[in-house]
């Protein structure tokens, strides 16, 4: 791949970004992008705001289609949600998405597990862990620098080599406004990879994302229609698309309780997925809430001692947070400290 000169911004789950409450935060991701050499678009319907964006789930699956048929390098998803699975039927009724996929760099997360899935149907690698409102636009006087490393690297590269363990990791943000710029949240030190169960040396290629999201394929408890629809596209991967992966999650700023957490592991144990990948990776919970919890319901849940299982990546919801690359090969190495591509 090479560097990432022109980059177009999307709206496909929530639509904030064009509210007026946050022009502040957008401004300042205008800002270092621009600084970094990189030129910035937004695609036609992306700063529409949240109640167009709500309403008009097919006008979202179009700005993806166009995007992919620009002359962008990279696809940046703004934000997260809830509900970017309604844009399936206007991506795959008539395999609309698989005819625009192009070769470009997408990155995104949260909610956006859902256009990782649709990609990786559709034949496309894809990027995973950050996004342009809660990473670029940062309001300390950078962006996070264990975030900021790996962005960077995908802007000048086009691609992630390595990643390590942050040294720290911090409260999540509870304050956006204008009076927070230039502030940082208060940070802790942070352990590093820790293996949970198995052999501390694995490798495949990396497919998962939000395990809330994911949820929400297998289970219709936030929307009644999600169901139905995610098995119509057939969205989430056969069984046989998971054999030698690396499954990967997190979970989100929702905190789900442990008994939430059990429920969401045991859709995935029903589906059979911890028979057939070669380890998990699961990404530090937000503010470390329920994390000793979450580590005793794993090993619980998927009931295999030899599956490997490593904890604590830098991924998702809590901050700071790298990009996992999707679809390209991995290999996790405990002892190392370090997953490299």
Known sequence: MQKIKDITIVSLSKGILGEPFIEHELEIGLRRLKEWGVDVHFSRNALKGMEYIEQHPEERAKDLIEAFESDTDMILCAVGGEDTYRLLPYLFKNDELKKAVKEKVFLGFSDSTMNHLMLHKAGLDTYYGQAFLPDVCELFDTMLPYSEKYFKELIETGTISRIMP???????????????????????????????????????EILGGCIDTIYDIFNGERFADTVEICEKYEIFPSINDWKGKILLLESSEEKATPEKYRKMLNELKKYGVFDVVNGVLIGKPADETYFEEYKEILKEAIDNPDLPVVVNINVGHAIPRCIIP???????????????F
């Open 166 to 204: 942050s040294d720290i990791w911090y409260d999540s943000r509870d304050d956006f406004s204008k009076e927070a710029i230039g502030t940082i949240p208060a940070s802790h030190e942070n352990e590093g990879f820790i293996l949970l169960q198995g052999k501390g040396q694995f490798e495949g």
């Open 326 to 340: 999707f679809g390209k090969h991995a290999r996790v190495d405990v002892d190392k400290q370090e997953i490299v």
